[in-house]
Every structure is written in C-alpha cells, then in structure tokens.
C-alpha cells in the first residue's frame, strides 16, 4: 500500500471547481456567440508587408499616415528589431489603388469613375493590367497626370466606345504599395525598404479556418480513443471534456478581450491539448497504479492520494513551462505575442483541469476498482481436466 503521510481533499472541492469552470464556459461561449472572435489576415484574407527602416520610427506616426491614405484600422508593429515594421490590413492593395484612382477621377469630373479591371491579353507582354475608365475623355487622362510613369511604369491609352482603356506596366496592388511606401516616407522623414510583401486570399483564408477546426475535432478523436485504450472509456470521457474545456475557455479568453486569432493562436491551441494530456496521462496512470495498489479507502481517496503525489511534479512542470512563456510574451515580440498568450492560459487550465475536471469526472462517473481489473484469461476459470 503506498503510504502518504498528508493527502490534500482536493475532492472536497470537487462541486465548487465545477461551477467556476461552468461559469467560465457560459462566459467564453457567450462572448464567441456575441463577439466573435478577431481573427487575422490567416483566415479573413488580406496584406502584409515588412518594411525596413534605416533608423527607429514612431509606429503612431506610421498608423495615422495609413489612416490618412484610406486604410481601415490598419496593424502596425515591430518585427524583429527597433527599425524593422510589420504592417497588416485586411484591405486588398489592387482594391485599395483603384478606390484612389476613383477618387482622383472625381476631381477631373463627378461622373467618372473606374467600370473595370482585368488583367491584359497575353499578347500585350510590355502591360499587366487594363483599368477601363468611363465619364472622360482620353485627353483628359493624359493632361491630368492620374496614371503617371513613376508609379505606374509604362502606359497607354485606348479610346473603346465611350470608355477609356488604359494599359499600365505595374500591377495596381504594386502602385499603391509604393504610393504608401512614399506617404510613409515622407511622414516620418526616413529611408525605408520593402522587405516582403504577401496577400492571403479571403478563399485561401476560409480554408485554412475550416482546417484548422477539423484539425482539432480530429485531434480530440485521437485522444479519446488512446486513452480508452490505455486505460478504460471512463477514462476517455474525462480527457476528452477536459480538453474541450480547455480549448473552449482559452478561444473564450481571446474573445473576450478582443486579441487576434490566427494560425499561430490555432497552432498554440493544438499545443494546448498536447500538454494537457500529457499532464492528464500522467495523473491518469497514477490514479490507476494506486486504484489497484490501496486495498482500502473510497474512490475520492483514492483520487486524493494520487493527485496528492503529483502535486509537485506537475507544478514544478507548470511553473517552468509558465516561466519561459512568460518571457516569450513580454519580450519575445507582437508576431508570437498571440501564440505565448494562449500557451499561458492553455498551461494554467490545463493543470487546473487536469485536477478538477479529468480526476473530478471520475468521481462523477463512479469509476470503481472493478472498472481497472484485467479480463480473465480466455480458459482460466475452466476446471483442469484429469489425466
């Protein structure tokens, strides 16, 4: 019988755990239902570019310039270093430069505007793009300077029925890029670079949301079936609610104040349910070890013993774990600010859970020694036949 000279009641509040973790459910389904969750460029589509700056620059500055150029509550942070600034907006650049050539042709005539763009026949190599215009005349373009060779290269003029085609070298979403690189520059008085520039589709967006959630309902299958076969179906419904549990509060958590949820924050929550069911797993076998090594004592002390054993291994797992991800979050940078937080919150639930939902639900479930005796041998209980 293992001895234990004081056993913590953790099952003494077994009642009380469960009605902070059901508030803390209604709270974070409540907020998903009517807030929503931020979600990032990964999954509504949209533009990211890497700027690099030959001196430190003030971000506020940068934002209030974006503002000012029509893009709506643009991101704007640093990557990497003081003079590297990562910009984000779900506004498409090619959209962006056609809404600001509308509003250049307002000037030239209220009636103006931009009827389509389409990218060039394959035959015109020297062009990428046609931007057909209607409510003015060829010359008026050509006075007005609107479609100027310093942004947008080489262009030419086509007079088609009562529009206007014009053919430019360099692809809408470039121009305005530039034209923000040149607003930027002029603003902060500073030489810049552009590092990287990328844009996710709002379809490529949609898939990857939906595989990522697939990915988690898989992952939880997974699970439960593992751990009904390494231990016994009861075992299985707690680690599975357990997680569910997790990954509801800490999605709940994001919701709740609003911070930015992408593949970084999905693959944080992926990590989430690895080490709460590797803490599970552990406690699991511990509760098991002790269920057929203590002849005497109930389920609840059964439990009790057991979690009192793990008690300082899983801290010590969970304060070292919390200790790294804690100087991630705080000096590690915006990019994988997401990602550290939801470790943090996953971390803490997930030891919490591991107690007060996985061992908990065994006591709901009235997991008995009988439940963890092997199965007999097939002819064990046959009577030995005589020679």
Request: no cysteine; hydrophobic share 45%; net charge negative.
């Amino acid at each position: 019988m293992v001895h234990v000279e004081k056993t913590i009641n953790f099952m003494g509040m077994r009642k009380t755990a469960l009605t902070i973790s059901f508030i803390l459910l209604v709270i974070s389904i409540g907020s998903l239902v009517t807030k929503g969750l931020n979600l990032g460029l990964d999954f509504t589509g949209g533009t990211q570019l890497e700027l690099g700056f030959e001196e430190p620059v003030n971000l506020n500055r940068i934002r209030e310039v974006l503002g000012e150029t029509g893009l709506e509550n643009p991101v704007v942070v640093l990557f990497g270093s003081d003079t590297e600034v990562l910009i984000r907006t779900q506004e498409s650049m090619e959209d962006e430069e056609q809404r600001r050539i509308e509003r250049r042709l307002v000037e030239l005539d209220p009636q103006a505007s931009v009827t389509e763009v389409r990218r060039v026949p394959s035959e015109m190599v020297d062009f990428t793009q046609i931007v057909q215009v209607s409510g003015v005349s060829e010359e008026q373009l050509r006075e007005s300077g609107l479609f100027s060779r310093a942004l947008y290269g080489s262009v030419r003029f086509d007079t088609v029925g009562d529009s206007v085609e014009v053919a430019v070298e360099r692809s809408l979403d470039n121009v305005y890029i530039s034209y923000l690189m040149d607003a930027i520059a002029e603003a902060t008085d500073s030489r810049l670079e552009l590092r990287r520039s990328e844009f996710v589709g709002p379809q490529i967006g949609e898939e990857l949301r939906d595989e990522g959630g697939l990915g988690l309902l898989f992952a939880l299958f997974v699970v439960m079936a593992y751990v009904a076969l390494r231990f016994q179906y009861k075992f299985a419904f707690g680690a599975v609610l357990a997680l569910i549990h997790d990954v509801i509060i800490v999605v709940g958590i994001f919701s709740l104040l609003g911070m930015e949820f992408d593949l970084t924050v999905l693959a944080a929550l992926l990590a989430v349910i690895g080490y709460s069911l590797n803490d599970t797993i552990v406690v699991y076998d511990r509760i098991r070890e002790n269920f057929r090594l203590m002849r005497r004592g109930t389920t609840e002390e059964v439990i009790n013993s057991s979690l009192t054993q793990m008690l300082e291994r899983t801290l010590i797992t969970s304060l070292t774990t919390l200790m790294v991800l804690l100087i991630l979050f705080f000096m590690g940078g915006e990019l994988i600010r997401g990602f550290s937080a939801a470790l943090i919150a996953g971390v803490v639930i997930g030891t919490y859970s591991s107690i007060y939902i996985s061992a908990n639900l065994l006591v709901s479930l009235q997991l008995t020694k009988e439940d963890l005796m092997p199965p007999p041998k097939e002819g064990e209980d046959q009577e030995p036949i005589a020679p």
